[in-house]
Every structure is written in C-alpha cells, then in structure tokens.
Nanobody, 124 residues
Framework: QVTLVESGGGLAQAGGSLRLSCAASGRTSSNYAMGWFRQAPGKERESVAAISWSGGGTYYADSVKGRFTISRDNAKNTVYLQMNSLKSEDTAVYYC?????????????????WGQGTQVTVSS
C-alpha cells in the first residue's frame, strides 16, 4: 500500500500562487502514477492533474490548464502541484492520489491510494 502525505496548502490571494507537495512511501510508490484531486464544499471530488511515473504523460482538467503544473521527483518520491493565477473557485481540499495507471487518476472512484488532504483557500 502507498502512503501519501500532502503539504503546502494554505491561504492565497486571487492571482497568487501556491505549491503543493505530496510525499509517497510504501512498497509500490516507486512506479505509481500520481495526481491531485480537489473537493469543494457541496461538490464531488474531481480530478485536477495527473502524471505518469516517468513524467512523460500528464493530464490536466480544463479548468486548470495553463495555470497549474504537475511534476514529480522520483528520487524524493514526491509529486508537486504548482498553482498559479489562483481563482476563488480553486478553493477546496486538495488530495494527493496514486494509482498504477495514469488514466485511473481522472476518476476518483478508480484511485487506489489517497492522501489525507490539504486545504487551499483563495481569497478575493
């Protein structure tokens, strides 16, 4: 089982930036695709971005394309989400996720492993 721990959430001003980090551990963490989901109050959990183990494949939700960038450092077993040009609608709890397949990180109900979540609040 993969254990995921997020950090870097907090308060940002609209138009500002935050960088989330997710540290992975466990027997299969070295070859998992990883990604980020978010869940706002009263809404379902949605995929934000995902990246393959090699870093060669990425996915972004239309709502964040051009603003968010996902990356990973396998030597540190860590995935990052750089969030720029933040909007109030980006406010949510952000969850790190891991799965053997990149495609599964587009749907919350297909994901194998989850982090505990970190709150991102964007003021306007």
């Amino acid at each position: 089982q993969v254990t995921l721990v997020e950090s870097g959430g907090g308060l940002a001003q609209a138009g500002g930036s935050l960088r989330l980090s997710c540290a992975a551990s466990g027997r299969t963490s070295s070859n998992y695709a990883m990604g980020w989901f978010r869940q706002a109050p009263g809404k379902e959990r949605e995929s934000v971005a995902a990246i393959s183990w090699s870093g060669g494949g990425t996915y972004y939700a239309d709502s964040v394309k051009g603003r968010f960038t996902i990356s990973r450092d396998n030597a540190k077993n860590t995935v990052y989400l750089q969030m720029n040009s933040l909007k109030s609608e980006d406010t949510a709890v952000y969850y790190c996720a891991a799965d053997p397949f990149l495609a599964r990180l587009r749907q919350a109900d297909r994901v194998d492993s989850w982090g505990q979540g970190t709150q991102v609040t964007v003021s306007s």
